[in-house]
Every structure is written in C-alpha cells, then in structure tokens.
C-alpha cells in the first residue's frame, strides 16, 4: 500500500519505528537524519561502528543504516557483528562509492539491502528502511512465538527447564499419587509452596483443600492448638470447641512450612499423628482419624537443626523419607532468562504496559547476579523493572541497583582488538586483576590477610585491589 504510494509523501511511513544510522560523514549523518525524521522514523545516529555497537545494547531499534566504509569497524564487519548480536537485526548498507563488488560482499554477508550514496531519492531511502523495519518486526513476531512456546517448559506454574529442576518435576510427578509425606528443603523464595501446591494438584486430593501453616508464625503456646484444635475450657480463652488445621484439611494436603521452627513437644505429637493417622484436641483425650497429607517444608538444614538438638531425630528420618531439594537459583543460572520473561509478561500484563523485551546487557547483570533471595528475589526485580521502565525494553537502570551494578565482565578478545592499545591492556589487566583477587579470596575463604599472604603482596595492596573491584 505505502509501496504504490511512493512511500508515502508527507504520510509518515516510519511511525513507530526506531532506525540507528551509523556513518563517519556528520554531512549524510544530518541530512539522512532528516529525511527519516521527517517520514516519521525515530532517528538515533552513531559516528564509528564501536560507538553503534555499544548504543545497541541499550536502545531496541528496528533497523540500521550502516555506511560500508568507516574508520576503525568497517560497515561489513559492523554488519556481521550485530547478525552476530541478533540475527533479526536488518541492515541497509550505503557507500558513496557505488562499486557493484562491494554491494555482493554486503548482500552475501546479511544486508537486507544496499543503497548507492548520493541517494537516488529521499523516498527510495525511507522505503528501503521501512521494509527492513518491517522485516525485523515480522522476524520478531515469529521469535515472541517461539519464546512462548519456550516458556512452557515448564510445569503448570512451576517455570524452569534446567536439568535439577526437571529432576524436581519428576520427583512431583512421583509421589503426586502416594499418600507419603514428602520433605521439601531449599533457601527461602525457591518455590517449595508452589511445589508443594503441585503435588496436591496433581494427586487425587486436588478438590480437597490444602492448607499452608506457618510454623514459625504462630507462637509456640499455641501452637498445638492450632494444629490439632481444642475442647472447650483447655485452656484460659478457650471459650468453646474448635477444629484445628489437621482436620480442616482432611481429605487434602497440609503444608508444615518451615517445620523447622515447630517446639520439641509438638514434634513429639506430629510424629504421633503421622504414625497412626490420628489426632487428640488439645485437653481432650479422644482421637479423631484424619487423612490429612502432610507435606513439610524447610530453609534450613533439617540434618543440621537434628545435629544441634534443635529437631527430634526420630521426627527427622519419619519426614525425610522422601525429600525433594529445590536448587537455588545461582545453581541453575540457564532458568534466570525463561523465569525473568514469564514475569516480564505476568507484571506487564497486569499493569496494561507493552513492556516485551529485556536488554542484553539487563539479561547479563540478571544472569551475574547471585539471587540470595531466589526466584522471590527475582519476581520482585521484575516487577520493579516493569514499573520502572520508559521504554518497550527492560534496560539495566530499571534494575535495583545492587542487581545492575555488576563488575565489568571480561570484554570478548574480540572487541578488545578493535580498541586502542593503550585502552585494551588497561582492560585485559583489570579483567585478570579481579578474576584473580575474587578468585583468591574465595581459596582463602574470605580471609583478606590470608588471601594476600598467598597472593604474595601485602594486606594494604590486596585491599586496594579488592576494593576495586568491590570486594
Ligand atoms: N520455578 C518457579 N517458577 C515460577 N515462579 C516461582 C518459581 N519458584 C518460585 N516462584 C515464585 O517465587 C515466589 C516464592 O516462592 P515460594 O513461596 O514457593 O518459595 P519458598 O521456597 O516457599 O520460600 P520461603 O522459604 O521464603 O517460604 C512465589 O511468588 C512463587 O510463585
Ligand atoms: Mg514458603
């Protein structure tokens, strides 16, 4: 349509879409800027292939225009790099010197097109830009496809395809069906509710009710009563009769959540209570069978807590059974990108923003990022992020900063060949001088003085290398 139009006089055939123009003459830099402005394009121009490479990483652009001949990157290797980056991405080259050879190289290295400088008209320009631009979206439609498709590796709400997690999935699988109490155990925000949530999903209790109890929530006098209910008059307060937890999710599952908080003397009744299937109301001495499934769950070390004398051994070894581990997200780093995308899209959704993309750059500092608080640690970034975002693309500043700040990682050899020398080495030496302090004092556990003494330098030149480097 804007094709037979002569691409669109005076109708902006470029709205909404974002073009990076690379070119080392600011005279066609300005005046091919202006021709697309004025059709519409969003316009960001760039002076050196290295400049244009590092602006990519921040800005979502739909197509370049790239001049084949440029100081420093040349416009193929340009070319080759951002296909290399994205295979989406749409170049149009141009040269000044109209040579057929050149335009074959360009065209067999991935150009989508090639344009003669002078051009032969400012609507020529615009329309070789604009089927490019069309052309990424189109590529990118089919990918945002994939990337759904993509996303359901995963298990009902449960997202994630590393190797350990699939091992948790079979492991649900498993037991769904059996009446077995199972053990969950994994840091704090790594998804032992929703595990817990699947099993009883899955199994034959899915229409009974599952409850989630918060042992260390309650306090400890009331615990009991809590879990197994009362009779009227056992205690100051109890003015009538009441069920507990157990029996109002008979039939279904309970959830002992952070069992590891749970008194010594209510271990002893619990342990009671999985043995014979049965409960007694607090100051009642009637027993009442329940069928309730017992699912426990714990961030700390149960082994250690029993070791302590924290955790009754015979409790521990009744529980542990079966026991399903939840890895910590910093173990399954290839999860970070699917998990950050399915919240991308859920918090997107809900606040009605078309937020669809996260940066390269984001996606390392997510990746680099050590996720202490887990996949919970991870929502809330992406929440924020969504919140926080300007643009259609999640960028590192819309990260919190302690997740953006990541050191700079060690630049490809590659790239660094392109840099001046001077420049190169600065980097290379500062990339092995943080490999090796971080890796130094890990051997040393921490230790700073230990840590110099096997680096053989002193404490004061240790530090002010650590410190570089923030640690
Ligand atoms: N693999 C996952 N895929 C999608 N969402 C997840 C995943 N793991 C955890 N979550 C989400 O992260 C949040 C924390 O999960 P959950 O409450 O199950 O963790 P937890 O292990 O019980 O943590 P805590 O020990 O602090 O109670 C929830 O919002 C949950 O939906
Ligand atoms: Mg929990």
Not at 175 to 181: G, I, P, R, Y
Not at 323 to 336: A, H, K, N, Y
């Amino acid at each position: 349509m804007l094709e037979n139009d002569q691409a669109g006089r005076g109708d902006q055939i470029g709205r909404g879409y974002h073009v990076l123009v690379v070119d080392d003459d600011l005279i066609t830099l300005r005046s091919v800027e202006r021709i697309l402005s004025v059709r519409g394009f969003t316009v960001t121009t760039e002076t050196n292939g290295l400049r244009a490479l590092s602006s990519l990483q921040t800005l979502s652009v739909d197509a370049l225009l790239v001049d084949l001949v440029m100081p420093g990157i040349s416009g193929i290797d340009l070319l080759k790099r951002i296909r290399e980056m994205d295979d989406r991405m749409q170049v149009v080259m141009m040269t000044a010197f109209g040579d057929v050879d050149s335009a074959v190289t360009a065209l067999k290295a991935g150009a989508h097109d090639f344009l003669n400088k002078p051009f032969e008209s400012a609507d020529a320009l615009a329309l070789a830009v604009y089927k490019a631009a069309e052309h990424f979206r189109l590529l990118s439609r089919a990918r945002d496809l994939e990337k759904e498709l993509e996303i359901h590796e995963r298990y009902g709400d449960i997202v994630g395809s590393s190797a350990p997690m699939v091992e948790v999935y079979r492991m649900v699988e498993s037991v769904a069906h059996s009446m077995a109490t199972v053990l969950l155990q994994g840091e704090s925000g790594t998804g032992k509710e929703l595990v817990a949530r699947a099993i009883h999903n899955r199994g034959p209790r899915a229409r009974a009710p599952f409850i989630p109890v918060n042992c260390s929530a309650i306090p400890e006098t009331l615990v009991e009563a809590e879990l197994f209910g009362h009779v009227k008059g056992a205690f100051t307060g109890a003015v009538e009769s009441r069920m507990g937890l157990f029996e109002a999710a008979r039939g279904g599952t309970i959830l002992l959540d952070e069992i590891g908080d749970l008194p010594l003397q209510t271990q002893v009744k619990l342990l009671r209570t999985l043995q014979d299937g049965e409960i007694k109301r607090v100051g009642s001495n009637e027993t009442v069978r329940v069928d309730t499934r017992v699912i426990a769950a714990s961030n700390i070390d149960l082994q250690d807590a029993m070791e302590r004398g924290a955790f009754r051994r015979d409790l521990f070894y009744r529980l542990s059974v079966i026991t399903i581990s939840l890895p910590p997200l910093r173990q399954r780093p290839e999860d970070i990108p699917l998990i950050a995308y399915h919240f991308l899209k859920k918090y997107a959704a809900r606040s009605g923003r078309s937020i669809t993309r996260i940066s390269l750059e984001t996606m390392q500092a997510l990746r680099a990022h050590s996720w202490p608080g887990n996949v919970r640690e991870l929502e809330n970034a992406m929440e924020r992020a969504v919140v926080m975002a300007r643009e259609e693309t999640i960028l590192p500043g819309d990260l919190p900063a302690q997740i953006a700040d990541v050191r700079p990682s060690q630049p490809s050899a590659e790239l660094m060949l392109d840099l001046p020398f001077a420049e190169a080495k600065k980097r290379a030496v500062e990339a092995f001088e943080s490999a090796y302090v971080e890796n130094m004092l890990k051997r040393a556990g921490g230790n700073v003085s230990e840590a110099a003494r096997q680096a053989g330098l002193d404490r004061s030149n240790f530090r002010r290398i650590a410190r570089k480097f923030g640690q």
